[in-house]
Protein backbone atom coordinates (compact mmCIF):
# COMPACT_ATOMS: atom_id res chain seq x y z
CA UNK A 1 0.00 0.00 0.00
CA UNK A 2 1.33 3.47 -0.17
CA UNK A 3 0.76 6.54 2.72
CA UNK A 4 0.62 10.28 1.02
CA UNK A 5 1.18 13.26 2.87
CA UNK A 6 -0.86 16.58 1.57
CA UNK A 7 -1.07 20.48 2.06
CA UNK A 8 -2.73 23.02 0.46
CA UNK A 9 -2.48 21.04 -3.26
CA UNK A 10 0.65 19.82 -3.10
CA UNK A 11 1.70 16.27 -2.62
CA UNK A 12 4.49 16.20 0.14
CA UNK A 13 5.54 12.65 0.00
CA UNK A 14 4.37 9.32 -1.01
CA UNK A 15 5.62 6.16 0.69
CA UNK A 16 5.27 2.59 -0.27
CA UNK A 17 4.41 0.63 2.39
CA UNK A 18 4.59 -3.02 3.53
CA UNK A 19 2.35 -3.49 6.80
CA UNK A 20 3.22 -6.50 8.54
CA UNK A 21 1.93 -6.81 11.97
CA UNK A 22 -0.09 -4.60 13.84
CA UNK A 23 2.15 -1.64 13.85
CA UNK A 24 4.29 -0.44 11.04
CA UNK A 25 6.72 2.50 11.91
CA UNK A 26 7.62 4.95 9.34
CA UNK A 27 11.47 5.99 10.24
CA UNK A 28 11.27 8.01 6.25
CA UNK A 29 8.71 10.81 7.99
CA UNK A 30 11.18 11.23 11.13
CA UNK A 31 12.26 15.41 10.81
CA UNK A 32 10.13 15.96 7.53
CA UNK A 33 7.99 18.60 7.83
CA UNK A 34 4.38 17.25 9.20
CA UNK A 35 2.11 17.05 6.12
CA UNK A 36 -1.79 18.87 6.74
CA UNK A 37 -3.56 15.40 5.64
CA UNK A 38 -1.71 12.09 6.08
CA UNK A 39 -3.57 9.40 3.77
CA UNK A 40 -2.79 5.79 4.41
CA UNK A 41 -3.73 3.82 1.48
CA UNK A 42 -3.82 6.95 -0.63
CA UNK A 43 -3.66 5.58 -4.08
CA UNK A 44 -6.17 2.98 -3.00
CA UNK A 45 -3.59 -0.42 -4.08
CA UNK A 46 -5.34 -3.08 -1.22
CA UNK A 47 -7.93 -4.36 0.68
CA UNK A 48 -7.63 -1.37 3.19
CA UNK A 49 -10.36 0.62 5.24
CA UNK A 50 -8.79 3.88 6.14
CA UNK A 51 -9.13 5.94 10.15
CA UNK A 52 -8.48 9.28 10.13
CA UNK A 53 -6.65 11.09 12.72
CA UNK A 54 -8.69 13.70 14.79
CA UNK A 55 -5.94 16.26 13.50
CA UNK A 56 -6.77 14.89 9.49
CA UNK A 57 -10.23 15.26 9.99
CA UNK A 58 -10.21 19.45 11.24
CA UNK A 59 -8.09 19.75 8.26
CA UNK A 60 -10.08 18.58 5.67
CA UNK A 61 -12.21 21.85 5.13
CA UNK A 62 -9.51 23.47 3.85
CA UNK A 63 -7.17 20.59 2.16
CA UNK A 64 -9.57 18.03 1.15
CA UNK A 65 -11.10 20.00 -2.51
CA UNK A 66 -7.15 20.54 -2.64
CA UNK A 67 -5.86 17.24 -2.89
CA UNK A 68 -4.71 16.76 -6.51
CA UNK A 69 -5.27 12.89 -6.76
CA UNK A 70 -8.86 11.78 -7.26
CA UNK A 71 -8.43 8.71 -5.84
CA UNK A 72 -6.79 10.08 -2.78
CA UNK A 73 -10.07 12.15 -2.47
CA UNK A 74 -12.44 9.02 -2.59
CA UNK A 75 -10.40 7.17 0.14
CA UNK A 76 -11.05 10.20 1.86
CA UNK A 77 -14.43 10.34 1.57
CA UNK A 78 -14.79 6.77 2.15
CA UNK A 79 -13.23 6.98 5.54
CA UNK A 80 -15.33 9.43 6.54
CA UNK A 81 -18.91 8.00 5.38
CA UNK A 82 -17.55 4.55 7.48
CA UNK A 83 -17.02 6.51 10.23
CA UNK A 84 -19.99 8.12 10.34
CA UNK A 85 -21.41 4.45 10.55
CA UNK A 86 -18.88 3.08 12.86
CA UNK A 87 -20.27 5.96 15.25
CA UNK A 88 -16.14 7.77 15.31
CA UNK A 89 -17.43 10.85 13.76
CA UNK A 90 -20.29 13.29 14.15
CA UNK A 91 -22.26 13.28 11.61
CA UNK A 92 -22.47 17.17 10.76
CA UNK A 93 -18.29 16.99 10.80
CA UNK A 94 -18.93 15.43 7.13
CA UNK A 95 -21.71 17.21 6.14
CA UNK A 96 -19.89 20.11 7.07
CA UNK A 97 -17.13 19.23 4.05
CA UNK A 98 -19.86 19.66 1.23
CA UNK A 99 -19.10 23.19 1.08
CA UNK A 100 -16.76 23.77 0.18
CA UNK A 101 -15.63 20.01 -0.70
CA UNK A 102 -18.34 18.74 -2.01
CA UNK A 103 -19.60 21.88 -4.21
CA UNK A 104 -15.61 21.62 -5.42
CA UNK A 105 -15.42 17.95 -6.13
CA UNK A 106 -14.31 17.03 -10.00
CA UNK A 107 -14.64 13.33 -9.81
CA UNK A 108 -18.29 12.45 -10.39
CA UNK A 109 -18.36 9.49 -9.01
CA UNK A 110 -17.41 11.00 -6.03
CA UNK A 111 -19.73 13.69 -6.52
CA UNK A 112 -22.70 11.14 -6.68
CA UNK A 113 -21.90 8.78 -4.11
CA UNK A 114 -21.15 11.83 -1.91
CA UNK A 115 -23.99 13.55 -2.20
CA UNK A 116 -26.57 10.74 -2.25
CA UNK A 117 -25.38 9.05 0.82
CA UNK A 118 -25.84 12.98 2.55
CA UNK A 119 -29.13 13.27 1.04
CA UNK A 120 -30.47 9.36 1.84
CA UNK A 121 -28.14 8.30 4.91
CA UNK A 122 -26.52 10.86 6.93
CA UNK A 123 -29.86 13.62 7.11
CA UNK A 124 -32.34 11.22 8.04
CA UNK A 125 -30.69 8.21 9.85
CA UNK A 126 -28.10 9.77 11.81
CA UNK A 127 -29.42 13.74 12.33
CA UNK A 128 -32.13 14.21 14.60
CA UNK A 129 -35.22 15.03 13.45
CA UNK A 130 -34.95 18.61 14.67
CA UNK A 131 -31.69 19.17 12.87
CA UNK A 132 -32.80 17.38 9.23
CA UNK A 133 -34.68 19.96 7.39
CA UNK A 134 -32.07 22.68 8.22
CA UNK A 135 -29.31 20.25 6.67
CA UNK A 136 -31.29 19.65 3.85
CA UNK A 137 -31.49 23.20 2.96
CA UNK A 138 -27.49 23.21 3.23
CA UNK A 139 -27.20 20.83 0.96
CA UNK A 140 -29.82 21.90 -1.55
CA UNK A 141 -28.05 25.57 -1.42
CA UNK A 142 -24.36 23.40 -2.07
CA UNK A 143 -26.18 21.29 -5.14
CA UNK A 144 -27.20 24.81 -6.55
CA UNK A 145 -23.80 25.48 -6.46
CA UNK A 146 -22.72 22.42 -8.37
CA UNK A 147 -25.57 22.90 -10.96
CA UNK A 148 -24.65 26.41 -11.62
CA UNK A 149 -21.03 25.81 -12.50
CA UNK A 150 -21.14 22.08 -14.18
CA UNK A 151 -21.10 22.11 -17.68
CA UNK A 152 -24.67 21.87 -18.95
CA UNK A 153 -26.23 18.23 -19.30
CA UNK A 154 -22.79 16.83 -17.75
CA UNK A 155 -22.92 13.86 -15.44
CA UNK A 156 -22.02 16.88 -12.37
CA UNK A 157 -24.96 19.24 -13.50
CA UNK A 158 -27.58 15.72 -13.54
CA UNK A 159 -26.26 14.85 -10.23
CA UNK A 160 -26.79 17.58 -8.89
CA UNK A 161 -30.46 18.64 -10.40
CA UNK A 162 -31.30 15.41 -9.12
CA UNK A 163 -30.03 16.42 -5.31
CA UNK A 164 -31.55 19.94 -5.45
CA UNK A 165 -34.91 18.48 -6.55
CA UNK A 166 -34.75 15.85 -3.99
CA UNK A 167 -34.20 18.28 -0.82
CA UNK A 168 -35.09 21.83 -1.93
CA UNK A 169 -37.97 23.40 0.27
CA UNK A 170 -38.28 26.44 -2.39
CA UNK A 171 -41.87 24.95 -4.40
CA UNK A 172 -41.01 27.68 -7.05
CA UNK A 173 -38.47 25.78 -8.74
CA UNK A 174 -40.24 22.51 -8.21
CA UNK A 175 -43.66 23.55 -9.74
CA UNK A 176 -41.62 24.90 -12.81
CA UNK A 177 -39.44 21.59 -13.22
CA UNK A 178 -42.87 19.65 -12.85
CA UNK A 179 -44.65 21.44 -15.27
CA UNK A 180 -42.03 21.05 -17.90
CA UNK A 181 -40.52 24.88 -17.68
CA UNK A 182 -36.94 25.94 -16.68
CA UNK A 183 -35.66 22.47 -16.64
CA UNK A 184 -32.31 21.82 -16.52
CA UNK A 185 -30.60 20.65 -19.69
CA UNK A 186 -30.28 17.43 -20.63
CA UNK A 187 -33.05 16.87 -17.86
CA UNK A 188 -36.28 17.40 -20.22
CA UNK A 189 -38.85 15.08 -20.67
CA UNK A 190 -36.97 12.94 -17.97
CA UNK A 191 -39.51 10.95 -15.83
CA UNK A 192 -37.70 9.78 -13.65
CA UNK A 193 -36.31 13.14 -12.57
CA UNK A 194 -39.74 14.66 -12.42
CA UNK A 195 -40.82 11.41 -10.32
CA UNK A 196 -38.13 13.21 -7.95
CA UNK A 197 -39.81 16.45 -7.95
CA UNK A 198 -43.22 15.03 -6.91
CA UNK A 199 -42.06 12.91 -4.08
CA UNK A 200 -40.74 16.07 -2.40
CA UNK A 201 -43.57 17.98 -3.21
CA UNK A 202 -45.61 14.85 -1.83
CA UNK A 203 -43.45 14.28 1.10
CA UNK A 204 -43.96 18.19 2.28
CA UNK A 205 -47.88 18.56 1.46
CA UNK A 206 -47.77 20.46 -1.56
CA UNK A 207 -49.21 17.58 -4.06
CA UNK A 208 -52.94 17.05 -4.11
CA UNK A 209 -54.49 14.21 -5.54
CA UNK A 210 -55.45 15.21 -8.49
CA UNK A 211 -51.88 16.08 -9.30
CA UNK A 212 -50.93 13.03 -8.43
CA UNK A 213 -53.49 10.77 -10.51
CA UNK A 214 -52.67 12.65 -13.39
CA UNK A 215 -49.04 11.95 -12.91
CA UNK A 216 -50.03 8.50 -12.75
CA UNK A 217 -52.02 8.04 -15.55
CA UNK A 218 -49.26 9.97 -17.65
CA UNK A 219 -46.42 7.24 -16.73
CA UNK A 220 -47.89 3.99 -16.90
CA UNK A 221 -44.33 2.29 -16.84
CA UNK A 222 -43.65 -0.15 -13.72
CA UNK A 223 -40.57 2.51 -13.05
CA UNK A 224 -43.82 5.04 -12.82
CA UNK A 225 -45.97 2.47 -11.30
CA UNK A 226 -43.68 1.74 -8.15
CA UNK A 227 -42.76 5.73 -7.72
CA UNK A 228 -46.33 6.80 -7.86
CA UNK A 229 -47.03 4.12 -5.62
CA UNK A 230 -44.28 5.42 -3.22
CA UNK A 231 -45.59 9.44 -3.55
CA UNK A 232 -48.69 8.26 -2.03
CA UNK A 233 -47.56 6.28 0.46
CA UNK A 234 -45.33 9.16 1.61
CA UNK A 235 -48.22 11.77 1.84
CA UNK A 236 -48.08 13.77 4.81
CA UNK A 237 -51.57 12.45 6.03
CA UNK A 238 -53.19 10.62 8.66
CA UNK A 239 -55.76 8.59 5.60
CA UNK A 240 -52.34 8.19 3.65
CA UNK A 241 -50.64 6.43 6.36
CA UNK A 242 -53.38 4.43 7.04
CA UNK A 243 -53.93 3.10 3.41
CA UNK A 244 -50.03 2.86 3.20
CA UNK A 245 -49.63 0.40 6.08
CA UNK A 246 -52.86 -1.50 5.14
CA UNK A 247 -51.30 -1.77 1.31
CA UNK A 248 -48.11 -3.14 3.23
CA UNK A 249 -49.10 -5.25 6.28
CA UNK A 250 -52.25 -6.55 5.28
CA UNK A 251 -52.90 -9.30 2.09
CA UNK A 252 -53.07 -6.70 -0.25
CA UNK A 253 -51.76 -8.81 -3.48
CA UNK A 254 -48.79 -6.47 -4.01
CA UNK A 255 -45.93 -7.86 -5.55
CA UNK A 256 -42.42 -7.84 -3.60
CA UNK A 257 -41.29 -4.36 -5.08
CA UNK A 258 -44.59 -3.00 -4.38
CA UNK A 259 -43.86 -4.01 -0.78
CA UNK A 260 -40.30 -2.41 -0.35
CA UNK A 261 -41.76 0.69 -2.05
CA UNK A 262 -43.77 0.85 0.76
CA UNK A 263 -41.88 -0.07 3.42
CA UNK A 264 -39.69 2.62 2.42
CA UNK A 265 -41.99 5.49 1.69
CA UNK A 266 -43.99 4.82 4.91
CA UNK A 267 -41.77 6.81 7.40
CA UNK A 268 -40.92 9.79 5.10
CA UNK A 269 -42.59 12.02 7.14
CA UNK A 270 -42.14 15.39 7.89
CA UNK A 271 -43.72 15.19 11.59
CA UNK A 272 -42.80 12.28 13.59
CA UNK A 273 -46.10 12.56 15.62
CA UNK A 274 -48.14 11.28 12.04
CA UNK A 275 -46.50 7.65 11.97
CA UNK A 276 -45.47 7.37 15.39
CA UNK A 277 -48.35 5.12 16.16
CA UNK A 278 -47.34 3.01 13.96
CA UNK A 279 -43.57 1.57 15.54
CA UNK A 280 -45.10 -0.78 17.89
CA UNK A 281 -47.22 -2.40 15.21
CA UNK A 282 -43.97 -2.14 12.78
CA UNK A 283 -42.58 -5.08 15.37
CA UNK A 284 -45.91 -6.60 16.03
CA UNK A 285 -47.29 -6.58 12.08
CA UNK A 286 -44.65 -6.74 9.62
CA UNK A 287 -43.15 -10.18 10.79
CA UNK A 288 -46.59 -11.43 9.85
CA UNK A 289 -46.07 -10.68 6.30
CA UNK A 290 -43.59 -13.64 6.73
CA UNK A 291 -46.96 -16.30 6.01
CA UNK A 292 -47.66 -15.07 2.60
CA UNK A 293 -43.69 -13.81 1.24
CA UNK A 294 -40.43 -15.38 1.00
CA UNK A 295 -37.54 -15.10 3.19
CA UNK A 296 -35.77 -12.67 0.94
CA UNK A 297 -38.70 -10.32 0.27
CA UNK A 298 -39.57 -9.66 4.15
CA UNK A 299 -36.29 -9.16 4.97
CA UNK A 300 -35.84 -6.58 2.35
CA UNK A 301 -39.12 -4.92 4.05
CA UNK A 302 -37.65 -5.05 7.25
CA UNK A 303 -34.46 -3.49 6.12
CA UNK A 304 -35.45 -0.15 4.21
CA UNK A 305 -38.38 -0.33 6.84
CA UNK A 306 -37.45 0.09 10.07
CA UNK A 307 -38.99 3.12 11.75
CA UNK A 308 -37.55 6.04 11.50
CA UNK A 309 -38.70 7.84 14.30
CA UNK A 310 -35.71 8.66 16.26
CA UNK A 311 -35.97 8.15 19.71
CA UNK A 312 -35.44 5.68 22.77
CA UNK A 313 -38.95 4.12 22.61
CA UNK A 314 -38.53 2.64 19.58
CA UNK A 315 -34.91 1.08 20.32
CA UNK A 316 -36.63 -0.21 23.24
CA UNK A 317 -39.27 -2.16 21.17
CA UNK A 318 -36.26 -3.59 18.75
CA UNK A 319 -34.53 -4.79 21.83
CA UNK A 320 -37.47 -6.34 22.96
CA UNK A 321 -36.92 -10.16 23.62
CA UNK A 322 -38.31 -11.97 21.11
CA UNK A 323 -40.46 -13.80 22.41
CA UNK A 324 -42.71 -11.12 23.53
CA UNK A 325 -43.44 -10.66 19.62
CA UNK A 326 -44.08 -12.80 16.57
CA UNK A 327 -41.29 -13.59 14.26
CA UNK A 328 -39.61 -15.87 11.80
CA UNK A 329 -37.15 -17.55 12.57
CA UNK A 330 -33.82 -16.76 9.92
CA UNK A 331 -32.34 -19.54 8.49
CA UNK A 332 -28.22 -18.90 9.26
CA UNK A 333 -27.88 -18.97 5.39
CA UNK A 334 -29.90 -16.27 4.66
CA UNK A 335 -27.52 -13.54 4.10
CA UNK A 336 -29.95 -11.18 3.22
CA UNK A 337 -31.26 -11.30 7.04
CA UNK A 338 -27.64 -10.94 8.47
CA UNK A 339 -27.62 -6.91 8.18
CA UNK A 340 -27.80 -4.58 10.79
CA UNK A 341 -31.22 -3.72 10.75
CA UNK A 342 -32.93 -6.82 10.76
CA UNK A 343 -30.39 -7.91 13.80
CA UNK A 344 -32.47 -4.19 15.30
CA UNK A 345 -36.11 -5.73 14.36
CA UNK A 346 -35.20 -8.89 15.86
CA UNK A 347 -34.47 -11.22 13.33
CA UNK A 348 -31.08 -12.22 13.33
CA UNK A 349 -28.12 -12.16 15.63
CA UNK A 350 -24.76 -12.87 13.04
CA UNK A 351 -22.68 -9.75 12.32
CA UNK A 352 -22.28 -9.20 8.96
CA UNK A 353 -22.83 -6.05 7.48
CA UNK A 354 -23.94 -5.03 3.81
CA UNK A 355 -21.80 -2.85 1.93
CA UNK A 356 -21.98 -0.90 -1.45
CA UNK A 357 -18.17 -0.02 -3.07
CA UNK A 358 -17.60 3.99 -3.34
CA UNK A 359 -14.45 3.54 -5.62
CA UNK A 360 -12.86 -0.19 -5.41
CA UNK A 361 -15.03 -3.05 -4.42
CA UNK A 362 -11.77 -4.53 -1.65
CA UNK A 363 -11.67 -5.23 1.24
CA UNK A 364 -9.32 -5.72 4.10
CA UNK A 365 -7.65 -4.31 7.51
CA UNK A 366 -7.77 -0.98 8.13
CA UNK A 367 -5.16 1.63 8.96
CA UNK A 368 -5.10 4.65 11.00
CA UNK A 369 -1.85 7.28 10.20
CA UNK A 370 -0.35 7.68 13.65
CA UNK A 371 3.40 9.39 14.42
CA UNK A 372 4.93 6.04 15.45
CA UNK A 373 3.06 4.40 12.49
CA UNK A 374 0.15 2.16 11.22
CA UNK A 375 -2.25 0.48 13.45
CA UNK A 376 -4.57 -2.02 11.63
CA UNK A 377 -7.56 -3.68 12.48
CA UNK A 378 -10.41 -5.81 10.65
CA UNK A 379 -12.79 -2.63 9.30
CA UNK A 380 -13.81 -2.88 5.59
CA UNK A 381 -13.62 0.60 3.97
CA UNK A 382 -13.40 1.96 1.29
CA UNK A 383 -17.18 0.19 1.46
CA UNK A 384 -19.59 1.91 2.85
CA UNK A 385 -21.91 0.60 5.53
CA UNK A 386 -25.59 0.99 5.12
CA UNK A 387 -27.44 1.31 8.28
CA UNK A 388 -30.93 1.67 7.44
CA UNK A 389 -32.16 2.49 10.72
CA UNK A 390 -31.37 4.49 14.02
CA UNK A 391 -28.08 5.73 13.14
CA UNK A 392 -28.83 9.20 15.43
CA UNK A 393 -29.88 6.96 18.16
CA UNK A 394 -26.53 4.53 19.07
CA UNK A 395 -24.28 7.80 17.52
CA UNK A 396 -21.75 8.95 20.66
CA UNK A 397 -20.43 11.99 18.62
CA UNK A 398 -24.10 13.25 17.57
CA UNK A 399 -24.79 15.41 20.13
CA UNK A 400 -28.54 15.93 20.80
CA UNK A 401 -29.30 12.16 20.36
CA UNK A 402 -30.56 9.86 22.40
CA UNK A 403 -27.28 7.88 22.21
CA UNK A 404 -28.82 4.23 22.95
CA UNK A 405 -26.46 1.53 22.61
Known sequence: MDVAGFADGVEQVRLAVVVTGDETPLP??????ASAVLVPNAGDLTWAGVDLTDSDVAA??????????GSTRGVVWSALLDAVALASIDPRTVLALLDPAWVAETSTAILERAGDEAA??????????????????????????????AEPESTGALVAAQILATTTADEGPLRRWLTGNEMPRGLAGDTDFRWLVLGNLGRR????????????????????????????????????????WAQLTERSGRSNHELTVLATAFWSATDPDLV??????????????????????????????????????????GRRPRA???????????????TPSARRCGHA??????????????RGPAVTPAVRGLTGRRLSAPWVTQHTA????GHPRCAGSSNVR
Open 205 to 244: GLLDETELEQATVADSTMPGRLAALGVRASLPSAEAKAWA
Open 120 to 149: HRLIPKFLPEREQEAARQRLAAAATRVLEA
Open 349 to 362: SATHRERRPLSTSR
Open 60 to 69: LRRQLAAIPD
Open 276 to 317: RAYVPRFFEEVPRLGEWVGEDALARVIRLGCPRVIEDATARL
Open 390 to 393: YGAL
Open 28 to 33: QLVGKR
Open 324 to 338: DRPRRRWPATSWTAR
